[in-house]
């Protein structure tokens, strides 16, 4: 990242006396990041499916009578089957994430992976055959490499490599700016 040793205008000063503060923020904003978590642990998303329920039902019943010592300790009872529940799926879950990458490395990166006469015909301006996996090594700050992930993208399900390529991709186009009215 350069940052620029240029003077802001001073009109935009006279506007915002916190102007140099808010440059140097945005000059050190981070890119976005995503998260693909991956959980093969059925029956621990089950348990913890079911826990939920049981904490939605008895929450139900509570409201009914808040001050019952009864709901109290069964709702307290409850909430820690559900975090008990949560903890086994996180143990179980795999989570990978990705960064977006600067724009002129994603550019380069598309440029390396051209598209085919065939596709560019139908209108793609890279081949999403081989740029799936470079982008999905390139965002990757777990280092997953690119045979790791055109391996990934061979051999899971179809909509599980669809996930992966998605969270690589998406993580391209995530905006955190909010354009306001005005």
Request: glycine content about 2%; proline content about 4%; overall charge negative.
């Amino acid at each position: 990242m350069t940052t620029s040793t240029i003077e802001p205008p001073a009109d935009a000063v006279a506007k915002d006396a916190h102007w140099a503060a808010k440059l140097e923020r945005l000059r050190n904003r981070t890119r976005p990041t995503l998260t693909l978590r991956i959980c093969d642990d059925q029956a621990a998303k089950d348990a913890l499916a079911t826990a939920q329920y049981a904490e939605r039902r008895i929450k139900e019943t509570a409201a009914a009578d808040p001050d019952s010592p009864e709901s109290k300790k069964a709702l307290r009872t409850a909430e820690a089957e559900v975090k008990k529940a949560q903890a086994a799926v996180d143990e179980a879950t795999i989570t990978l994430t990705f960064q977006a990458l600067e724009r002129t490395a994603l550019t380069e990166l598309k440029k390396q992976h051209p598209a085919t006469e065939e596709q560019a015909e139908d209108g793609y301006e890279f081949n999403p055959d081989t740029l799936g996996p470079a982008l999905v090594a390139a965002s990757s700050v777990d280092g997953l490499t690119e045979d790791d992930a055109r391996l990934f993208l061979e051999t899971w399900s179809d909509a599980e490599a669809e996930a992966l390529l998605a969270a690589a991709f998406n993580v391209q186009a995530e905006s955190r700016l909010d354009l306001g009215k005005g």
